[in-house]
């Protein structure tokens, strides 16, 4: 069983940065084993933000945060970011972050594990 907790969220300004961290326990030291961002705003459906490999050799990105935030992971730390730059008042959501195994995937049902969310609010 993996566990997910998210932490980093909060209130910024447009144009402003702020950086998630996603803490992982469990068995995630899997070659086949990835790690996901997703996001949420109020009224809308569950949107992919960025996902990465678990040995950090892989990952993308939504186009429409792409050039903007940065993935990564720590694995000494079990631990993934998701580096923000250039926030907008759009980027306002729950953060959440997810893990599964095999094919890197924009997909939220391939996803087996997810953490309870953090909230990022950006303000004009």
């Not at 702020?18 to 109020?42: K, V």
């Not at 678990?54 to 079990?78: L, M, Q």
């Amino acid at each position: 069983q993996i566990q997910l907790i998210e932490s980093g969220g909060g209130l910024v300004q447009a144009g402003g940065s702020l950086r998630l961290s996603c803490a992982a326990s469990g068995r995630t030291s899997r070659d086949y084993y990835f790690m996901g961002w997703f996001r949420q705003a109020p009224g809308k459906e569950r949107e992919f933000v960025a996902v990465i490999t678990w040995k950090g050799d892989s990952a993308y990105y939504a186009d429409s945060v792409k050039g903007r935030f940065t993935i990564s992971r720590d694995n000494a730390k079990n631990t993934m970011y998701l580096q923000m730059s250039s926030l907008k008042p759009e980027d306002t959501a729950a953060y959440y972050c997810a893990g599964g195994y095999g094919v890197l995937t924009s997909n939220p049902d391939e996803y087996n594990y997810w953490g309870q969310g953090t909230q990022v609010t950006v303000s004009s």
